[in-house]
Each structure stands twice: as C-alpha cells, then as structure tokens.
C-alpha cells in the first residue's frame, strides 16, 4: 500500500531528513586517511543522539550498526570495522536512515577520502547527476518508471553498470514502504506519482559490471569484477510544485 502524507506529517519527515543531512555534512568533513569506519559508526551515533534523533539502521533485521560504510568495491550494507582503515584514493559510501519523533529521512553520500583518480571522480559526478536527473522526473503524473528511465539513461552513455537488485522506495514511519522505485524502467509504467508521496531515489552504479555478491558477513553486497561503485540517495516529496528533496545538504 501506497502511503499518501498530509502536509504535517511531510514536515515530520522534512525535520527527520534535516538531521539526516546534517549527520552526513558532519561526518563528510571528518573523513580521512586513516579514520577506520567504525569511528565513523561512532560519531554517526553520538550525533543523531545527541540531537533527538535515533539511528534507524542499528538493529534493523540484526544490522549491527548505525550507518553502512561501503568502501570502494562494496555497493551498500558495509559494516563498519575497526580493522577497516580508510586510504588516500578510497571513496566511501555513507548510507544512513534517522528517525525523529516517529518519522524517518533516508539519504546517502559516496565521497573521495582525500583525492581520488580521475576515474573514480567521473564515476561520483555521473551517479549524483543520475540522482538529479531521477528526482526531475518526480513529479505529480509521472509514474515510478519515468524516474528509473531519467536514471538509466543518465548513466548509459558512461557504460556503468545499474544494480537491480537493490531499489529506491518509499518512507514515512517506517524505513522501507511501497513503493518500489528502481534505477532503470520504463516511461509512463509503474504506480502513478501523486501529491502526498514520499519516496527515496537512490542510484547504486558501478564502474563494470552490475553483478555483485554478498559477503559471508550478510550484508556487504560486492562488485564480483572488484571494480568501485557509488552510491547517492535522497529522500523527495512528491508536491504540487515539483520534487522537494527532504534531505538537501547545506
């Protein structure tokens, strides 16, 4: 089922999608060279506590952290280590839902620890312009394949690979509800967009190919050619005057 918010719970979630976004602004300038991801995990705890909010992911079917930290060639769900340090060239994937007086924002950053190659930087830029391109498309009487369409068609010309396995969705009260919102389809197929709708758009790509597997730990889903992926997510509101994105950084 299809929720459709009122005004008021929108501006729950708004509020829920602003400390998202400051979590990740906080933890986008912490990271560095030598910083293991479990530090991260800790920072992204004590922040979201210390404001109100609580990290949706800690405990979500056993995840037992509260945020994914996927370095290089893991695509989503990396758990955050100790033993995992980050290096100059690395970039890091920051997925991470907050809940705020009931109400959840979902958004994701990949960023460069340090520099990173030419390559590695095409690949960023080209998954948050697919982002960008999919919330144009999030528009009262679009369907959901007009926002996968907008996302494939942003990534093809650079030959990347779009997971398919892994989608965008709705949100609200809880972290994953209907609708399903892939990175790929058809225009003008899938459930309607309607005033009141609030989705997650979220490209997974990955340099090569878009096969993966999951790591013995359960999570940690993995490029099989060992090739880098990106990973950007925000949450959007469907509204009469267009997509209003929900977790919009400063």
Not at 21 to 27: G, P, V
Not at 83 to 98: E, H, Y
Not at 205 to 229: F, K
Request: glycine fraction near 12%; aromatic fraction near 6%; hydrophobic fraction near 35%.
């Amino acid at each position: 089922m299809i929720n459709i918010r009122t005004p008021e719970e929108i501006e729950k979630i708004a509020r829920a999608g602003k400390l998202t976004a400051d979590t990740l602004s906080f933890l986008a300038k912490n990271i560095k060279p030598g910083i293991s991801t479990l530090e991260i995990d800790k920072m992204a705890e004590e922040y979201i506590r210390n404001h109100g909010g609580i990290p949706s992911e800690k405990g979500y079917y056993g995840y037992p952290a509260s945020i994914c930290t996927s370095v290089n060639e893991v695509v989503v769900h990396g758990i955050p280590s100790a033993r995992k340090i980050l290096k100059k060239g690395d970039i890091i994937s920051l997925d991470l839902v907050v809940e705020l007086d009931g109400y959840m924002g979902d958004s994701c950053i990949t960023v460069p620890v340090g520099h990173c190659n030419k390559k590695m930087a095409q690949l960023l830029k080209a998954t948050e312009d697919s982002l960008y391109a999919g919330i144009k498309q999030a528009v009262v009487g679009n369907h959901v394949g007009d926002i996968g369409y907008a996302v494939e068609c942003a990534i093809k010309p650079y030959g990347y690979g779009i997971l398919r396995d892994y989608v965008g969705h709705g949100i609200g009260t809880e972290m994953h509800e209907d609708p399903e919102v892939p990175n790929y389809g058809e225009p003008g197929h899938g459930p309607r967009l309607e005033e009141g709708m609030v989705i997650c758009i979220e490209p997974m790509i990955t340099m090569g190919s878009e096969e993966t597997y999951t790591l013995r730990d359960g999570w940690s889903v993995v490029t099989v050619d060992g090739l880098p992926s990106a990973h950007m997510e925000h949450t959007i509101a469907i509204t009469k005057d267009g997509p209003r994105i929900l977790t919009m950084r400063s």
